[in-house]
């Protein structure tokens, strides 16, 4: 099994950056793609975006498009996800997840980081 474990969320000022982090242990060599969602209250899910855990691609949802930055330290087995800019909409539980392979569903899951962005 793969786990997964958040964490850098906070209680951020509009206009203010964080990264978030998502530390994967356990048999990681079985993750073929690390996705960030977010949810915030009374709203579905949604997808942030996504890395391959070669680290060669990227993928960006297009409501957070050009303010945040997915990437990867192999070294430490950790994905990182940093916000710019951040605004009041953004404040929701971020959580990472892993895929087993391209077209797989994501099936394992973080417990979130809260992230609360004041005006």
């Known amino acids: 099994h793969v786990q997964l474990v958040e964490s850098g969320g906070g209680l951020v000022q509009a206009g203010g950056s964080l990264r978030l982090s998502c530390a994967a242990s356990?048999?990681?060599?079985?993750?073929?793609?690390i996705g960030w969602f977010r949810q915030a209250p009374g709203k579905e899910r949604e997808i942030v975006g996504w890395?391959?855990?070669?680290?060669?691609?990227?993928f960006y949802a297009d409501s957070m498009k050009g303010r945040i930055t997915i990437s990867k330290d192999s070294a430490k087995n950790t994905v990182y996800l940093q916000i710019n800019s951040l605004k009041p909409d953004d404040t929701a539980l971020y959580y990472c997840?892993?895929?087993?392979?391209?077209?797989?569903?994501?099936?394992?899951w973080g417990q979130g980081t809260q992230v609360t962005v004041s005006s």
């Open positions: 997840a892993a895929a087993p392979d391209w077209d797989s569903e994501y099936n394992v």
């Open positions: 890395i391959t855990w070669s680290g060669s691609s990227t």
């Open positions: 356990g048999r990681t060599f079985s993750v073929y793609r």
